[in-house]
């Protein structure tokens, strides 16, 4: 709820009384999992998004920073979910659009070629072929390393995939195989752009982040 409220109203007090809540939910999540083998019990999926609940919740409150440690783990967790899906549910959208989604996990937790592990594997993305060509060209952009900080002119296929998923609901041609648009994935999107473009090096501003999604404010 906290994310829903940020996109519409970045600087809206209700986010940090939703990230409190989330927090609490997050570590107790976190807490009842603790030594549980994930795999077997099928709760790979329920420790990821507890880890990134847990992750971006204490960033907003201020209580730690960004946590990359933690989203490579929800990363892993997504793909051992996707691996343990694909018995029965197949390579198909659902499949793809976790798979992306744990890429942008990797790349947030600067674990470059671990993304890029994911982003080039034998397996296409024909389902969500957009961003997947958006994640792949700022992978490769941030692998190229160098002093100077990314430019737009560096990901020109990032930045026109991310304006795509700003409008409430998303693009078409995501929400045509999944339904619908995760506000997780518009908000790490958003993160992405603010931490290797916008505003790299910078102390993270949430009501920043929020407002490259709400609206043009930087």
């Not at 994310?3 to 600087?11: N, Q, R, S, V």
């Not at 077997?40 to 440690?69: F, P, Q």
């Not at 795509?164 to 518009?186: A, K, M, S």
């Not at 603010?194 to 929020?210: K, S």
Request: charged share 25%; aromatic share 10%; hydrophobic share 45%.
């Amino acid at each position: 709820m906290c994310i829903e409220i940020g996109f519409a109203y970045p600087d809206h007090p209700m986010i940090l009384a939703f990230a409190k809540r989330a927090l609490t939910l997050a570590d107790w999540g976190l807490q009842k999992l603790e030594g549980v083998n994930v795999v077997s019990a099928g709760l790979e999926m329920e420790r990821s998004e507890a880890r990134r609940c847990r992750c971006y919740s204490a960033s907003m409150l201020g209580v730690a920073d960004l946590d990359r440690r933690m989203l490579a783990g929800a990363a892993m967790d997504l793909l051992l979910f996707v691996h343990e899906f694909m018995k029965e549910g197949g390579w198909g959208a659902a499949a793809q659009g976790d798979s992306l989604e744990a890429a942008g996990l990797f790349l947030l937790a600067g674990e470059i070629g671990q993304a890029r592990e994911v982003l080039c594997g034998r397996r296409k993305f024909k389902r969500l072929k957009p961003l997947h060509e958006a994640l792949l060209q700022l992978c490769t952009a941030l692998g190229e390393g160098g002093p100077r900080p990314l430019r737009f002119l560096d990901v020109p296929r990032f930045e026109e995939v991310f304006q795509e998923f700003r409008p409430n609901g998303g693009p078409e041609w995501y929400r045509h195989d999944l339904g619908t648009v995760p506000f997780i994935l518009q908000l790490e999107l958003a993160l992405m752009r603010y931490l290797y473009l916008t505003h790299p090096g910078e102390a993270l501003d949430w009501q920043r982040v929020f407002a490259q999604v709400a609206y043009d404010q930087l």
